[in-house]
């Protein structure tokens, strides 16, 4: 896998979701890239934080935003291993990503079946980099959950 390749940003995103996954939170993963160099890492933690609105992309969005200083990340791409909910799509709109990469679709939540709009204009989306492991360790993650 080539570094500073795509393919290589979204394994580092899932292995935040496998992070997710050991710690029985669902297991969704995300990085923040800017000018190829991650900047801001992060997994989903509601549970271990007792908040509903600890989705990875909205700590990774929030960690970038520190680690740069500032509240625009129009240089900045996420990657992200579900589809971001409406929520972390709005989060995406409010620090104007310049570019979002998610891997498998979220057919119950994602912010595509409400509309693309809710994104930035000038966001570019890019879907599908490691669908098929990412909804995997998802379906794996809701299979032990339910035995």
């Given at each position: 896998m080539e570094l500073y390749s795509d393919a290589y940003f979204m394994n580092e995103a899932f292995k935040q979701a496998?992070?997710?996954?050991?710690?029985?939170?669902?297991?969704?993963?995300?990085?923040?890239?800017?000018?190829?160099?991650?900047?801001?890492?992060?997994?989903?933690?509601?549970?271990?934080?007792?908040?509903?609105?600890?989705?990875?992309?909205?700590?990774?969005?929030?960690?970038?935003?520190?680690?740069?200083?500032a509240k625009y990340l129009p240089e900045c791409k996420l990657y992200v291993t579900l589809e971001p909910c409406a929520m972390c799509a709005?989060?995406?709109?409010?620090?104007?990503?310049?570019?979002?990469?998610?891997?498998?679709?979220?057919?119950?939540?994602?912010?595509?079946?409400?509309?693309?709009?809710?994104?930035h204009p000038k966001t570019k989306v890019n879907k599908g980099l490691m669908a098929n492991e990412s909804k995997a360790l998802l379906d794996e993650f809701f299979k032990k959950l339910r035995n």
């Open positions: 496998q992070l997710a996954f050991e710690e029985n939170e669902i297991p969704v993963g995300a990085v923040v890239v800017c000018r190829n160099k991650i900047i801001a890492k992060a997994y989903n933690q509601t549970e271990k934080l007792t908040d509903a609105t600890a989705h990875a992309e909205m700590l990774a969005i929030t960690a970038a935003a520190n680690a740069l200083g709005g989060a995406g709109f409010w620090s104007q990503l310049g570019e979002l990469y998610y891997g498998a679709s979220d057919p119950k939540r994602g912010f595509t079946l409400l509309s693309p709009q809710i994104l």
